[in-house]
């Protein structure tokens, strides 16, 4: 019974995240018919080769999305994920550097980066698992400043640029053509992973595990599971999966590394996986969600920008109000039902009065 | 049921707020995209009169923006959504010469002009560039002027930004070459570069630093323009002789300069510069001329311009001499930059 309502929320969360999808695309297709009607603009702007080319800068944290949502799913939470993805490529490009270039050693320096990563997401595991007594946020915070700190260490403010064989890594960045769509390289790579965790997550008693772990830690160690290994291995796994994230971010950015980079997604990681469901409480949450919800926050924010003239800081103005809603209508709801149910059980009480 | 319609009322109130925002582009006629460093400076706001004023004289439309964090991925999001809606050309200020070639390559693709100004996207990545003044013009000024204030003679240091950033770090460069090459300069004892990182109160820091270490500095060069200020206020502040210039704004200098702790600071005028980089994109998208060095275009009431080999080896517009900053014509200045 109990199984059954969980699995009913979350269908119709998946649903009411595809309603505002759509909701979001007619919206914005009016108002782009609006302005070529109006003659603010010469031409359509909302379509979907538009769309697909300008997605690719708000699918860079979709990697990290995925590890975040693990972690949310246990019920802690991760803000140095943007951090890690930093360090990650900064070792990536200095490494590429000290070994002088060419194709052995970007397969290598690719290779530390990923290693680098996955370390990162180790040291917070093993911090969160061994110091239960510290919030993972404040751990995460201090972590955070210290791979940032580590960052500038190695390079300094120097921005790194490279050889030719280094731009191999912009082909990230590129598009290909799929029935005359041309479609992200990225995205398509993002949708294959995130089959990957769905079937993991959603699947299989591993990913049950996590489930268990974020419902109630306690419970989940006396029915013996190893939960401190588990939580390990997902702060670890969502360690490399900030560097893949770090990787994509170095070929949209032309392969210019700097210490400085990714502010403020480890925000934008979190918020895409809140809104697809998953809650700091733990226990909750579908990566379908957390995939729609990566989709709806980029295509708002190219409908906001391009077409209803919002600056780029002003955008994610959308995406703090789309979360709110997210959590404030489930709430409102289920308030609503239950005035509804008591106000039906009074006059139903009243009625059987008046009969006697 | 009752979610969905929340939902929908929701998202047609924030929608209904945007549509107020939107504002109407005019249908015919060109379209362009300007995208500078960072939201909100004060520099880049200025420059905007400069696109106007020539948009008013050649009749095209454009819209701006730039990241809130000075970024090269938020620079890459607004080009992005610029190349959506269509624009005819972009005038870019870039924060990484490098960071923006793939972007401006699909751009150009498309068949969009891509015109950087005050701080160039790397060759590869742009048609043109239109700068005030060569690094070497730049930093030749820099020198001779605050040579002539402490008499060619004594201990000199600069105050840059950041090591890394493409201006500051060539500037610099060609500063020491001219200490090094120039017979003038031979009396000149060059102490080294600090780093304030163009940030008031670092600038601040590093040149109390400065001056406890070399207690009879003359004369440091600051070509950062919250930095200027800030080494003039703690020159001022310790009771000093040492003369300051550099590149600045007017109205952060003018106390300093009628002080006397400057003689003269510099800048160009991003006015100009934006106005001169409108003309080069218009003729650029019109096919008057294709960027090659040599071509020669009119830039309103500038006059007539040559597209030079650019410092950084690509093709670039120069416009000429800097702005002087004295106690003379500063008033002017002040209620513009």
């Not at chain 2, 004060?42 to 106007?52: H, L, V």
């Not at chain 2, 600045?248 to 001169?276: H, R």
Request: hydrophobic fraction near 50%; charged fraction near 15%; charge should be negative.
């Amino acid at each position: 019974m109990k199984k059954n309502k969980v699995a009913s929320f979350f269908l119709r969360w998946e649903f009411l995240l595809v309603a505002l999808l759509v909701l979001m695309c007619v919206v914005f297709n009016l108002q782009d018919a609006a302005r070529v009607a109006s003659g603010a603009a010469r031409k359509d702007v909302f379509n979907l080769p538009n769309v697909m080319r300008g997605l690719r800068p708000y699918m860079l944290y979709s990697f990290m999305t995925m590890g975040v949502m693990l972690i949310l799913a246990m019920g802690d939470i991760d803000i140095s994920t943007g951090a890690i993805a930093t360090l990650s490529v900064v070792v990536l490009g200095a490494l590429y550097n000290l070994m002088g270039g060419g194709p052995v050693a970007l397969v290598i320096s690719i290779i530390a980066c990923l290693a680098t990563g996955s370390l990162c997401g180790a040291i917070n595991g093993f911090l969160v698992t061994r110091f239960k007594e510290l919030f993972p946020m404040i751990i995460t915070l201090a972590t955070q400043l210290f791979f940032r700190g580590f960052g500038y260490l190695l390079i300094g403010g120097s921005t790194l640029t490279f050889d030719s064989t280094f731009g191999v890594l912009s082909k990230t960045y590129e598009l290909v053509d799929i029935f005359g769509l041309k479609v992200p390289i990225m995205v398509l790579i993002f949708l294959a992973v995130a089959v990957v965790f769905y079937v993991w997550l959603h699947l299989t008693s591993g990913g049950r595990k996590i489930f268990a772990i974020g419902t109630n830690a306690t419970t989940a160690r006396y029915s013996g599971l190893r939960v401190d290994a588990i939580k390990m291995f997902c702060f670890t796994l969502t360690g490399f999966m900030c560097a893949v994230t770090g990787i994509f971010f170095v070929g949209a950015n032309s392969s210019s590394i700097k210490a400085d980079l990714m502010d403020g997604y480890h925000m934008y990681a979190i918020a895409a996986a809140v809104l697809g469901g998953f809650s700091t409480d733990g226990g909750k949450g579908s990566v379908i969600g957390a995939v729609l919800s990566l989709f709806i926050f980029g295509i708002v924010k190219i409908g906001l920008g391009t077409l209803f003239g919002f600056a780029d800081s002003a955008v994610n103005l959308a995406v703090g109000v789309i979360l709110i809603l997210s959590v404030l209508i489930p709430n409102i709801s289920e308030d609503l039902s239950k005035y509804m149910r008591v106000r039906k059980q009074r006059a139903e009480t009243a009625a059987a009065k008046a009969a006697h | 049921m009752k979610k969905v319609l929340a939902l929908v009322l929701a998202a047609l109130l924030v929608l209904t707020v945007g549509s107020a925002l939107a504002e109407a582009k005019a249908g015919d006629g060109l379209y362009i995209g300007v995208v500078y460093k960072q939201s909100g400076n004060p520099y880049f706001q200025a420059s905007i009169n400069g696109f106007q004023q020539a948009a008013d004289e050649l009749g095209f439309t454009f819209d701006h923006d730039g990241p809130d964090d000075g970024s090269n991925d938020g620079q890459i999001r607004i080009i992005e959504n610029f190349i959506n809606q269509g624009v005819d050309a972009l005038i870019i200020s870039a924060n990484d010469p490098a960071g923006l070639v793939n972007v401006c390559k699909e751009a150009m693709d498309q068949g969009i002009v891509v015109v950087s100004y005050d701080a160039p996207v790397a060759p590869e990545g742009r048609t043109a560039d239109v700068e005030p003044a060569s690094f070497q013009q730049v930093g030749d000024i820099l020198l001779e002027s605050i040579a002539k204030s402490i008499g060619y003679e004594g201990q000199i240091a600069i105050l840059s930004a950041s090591a890394t950033m493409g201006n500051q770090q060539y500037w610099c460069a060609a500063i020491e070459k001219s200490l090094q090459e120039n017979e003038a300069y031979a009396n000149l004892e060059y102490v080294g570069t600090v780093f304030g990182d163009d940030v008031y109160d670092k600038s601040f820091t590093e040149c109390e630093a400065l001056i406890n270490q070399y207690p009879d500095l003359k004369g440091i060069i600051v070509p950062t323009t919250n930095g200027a200020p800030a080494v003039a206020k703690c020159i001022q502040d310790h009771g000093m002789s040492t003369k300051v210039t550099g590149l600045t704004l007017a109205s952060d200098m003018k106390e300093y300069l009628d002080a006397g702790i400057c003689d003269e600071t510099f800048l160009w005028n991003p006015i100009d510069l934006a106005y001169v980089a409108s003309y080069a994109a218009v003729a650029l998208i019109n096919g008057d001329i294709t960027g090659e060095v040599g071509d020669t275009f009119t830039a309103g009431d500038k006059g007539e311009i040559t597209v030079a080999q650019g410092d950084d080896g690509g093709n670039t517009i120069f416009l000429g001499a800097l702005n002087t900053f004295n106690t003379e014509t500063v008033g002017e200045w002040v209620d513009i930059l």
